[in-house]
């Protein structure tokens, strides 16, 4: 079972090229993410859905966009990418929980190592 | 702003000795708390987790408190081993779907 899925795992870009990063899971979760981790700065949130054709903003949406046509997929989208991107993007999901326990326990992918130089 | 906080950004323990990281959080809204492992070149990975109603959660040699007045949390690993070494985040979850994580402990086990 292959969980959470993100490609690619690397890419180098140019200031003002424009990527995709693809996030897929198999779970049937209702909720997505995407985080950002830097060092110092943990991770940071940067948008998220909480079902098809829905998306909102998290901690860092600026620079970013992002996409929820099918259940299973996340893309994450930089317009005009810059330095400042550079980071580790993390995808993760989730099952929509009513309750206290259960609720966001996230399963993460293994990460995509984005520069921009 | 950060709402969630682990100060001590690297720690150190022999092998066989209690592991304590600790968490302090901003936010009152916060009503759910949960610890992430990470290891190298990996994603972050479910270790524990506590509902603002307890104040303790135990599994295995894992055991999270939970100080709602003092607004931190702790996790305790015991025995500490060294496949324990990894970076440890903690993250909260309030009224709201997202869950916001701290800045992460990197815990070193040595023999």
């Known amino acids: 079972n292959a969980g959470v899925t993100q490609t690619p795992k690397f890419r180098v870009l140019k200031t003002g090229q424009s990527m995709t990063l693809l996030c897929a899971q198999d779970?049937?979760?209702?909720?997505m993410y995407w985080y950002r981790q830097d060092p110092g700065m943990g991770l940071r949130l940067i948008h998220y859905?909480?079902?098809?054709?829905?998306?909102a903003k998290g901690e860092v949406p600026d620079g970013y966009n992002v996409s929820r046509l099918k259940k299973q997929n996340f893309l994450l989208g930089l317009e005009s990418a810059a330095p400042s991107q550079t980071s580790v993007y993390f995808c993760?999901?989730?099952?929509?929980?009513?309750?206290?326990?259960?609720?966001?326990?996230?399963?993460f992918g293994a990460g995509s190592r984005l520069t921009v130089l | 702003d950060q709402q969630v906080k682990q100060n001590s950004p690297s720690l150190s323990v022999q092998e066989g000795r209690i592991s304590i990281l600790n968490c302090d959080y901003t936010?009152?809204?916060?009503?759910?708390f949960l610890w992430y492992k990470k290891y190298p070149a990996e994603g972050p990975t479910f270790l524990i987790s506590?509902?603002?109603?307890?104040d303790k959660n135990e599994d295995g040699r894992f055991t999270v408190f939970l100080n709602k007045s003092a607004k931190h949390l702790s996790l305790h690993i015991v025995p500490s081993q060294p496949g324990d070494s990894a970076v440890y985040f903690c993250?909260?979850?309030?009224?709201?779907?997202?869950?916001?994580f701290g800045t992460g402990t990197r815990l070193q086990v040595f023999p």
């Open positions: 993760a999901s989730s099952y929509f929980s009513q309750g206290a326990f259960g609720a966001n326990v996230l399963t």
């Open positions: 779970m049937n979760h209702e909720y």
């Open positions: 859905s909480v079902g098809e054709g829905t998306t």
């Open positions: 936010n009152s809204m916060f009503d759910y």
């Open positions: 506590i509902s603002s109603i307890k």
């Open positions: 993250a909260a979850k309030g009224n709201t779907d997202k869950l916001i």
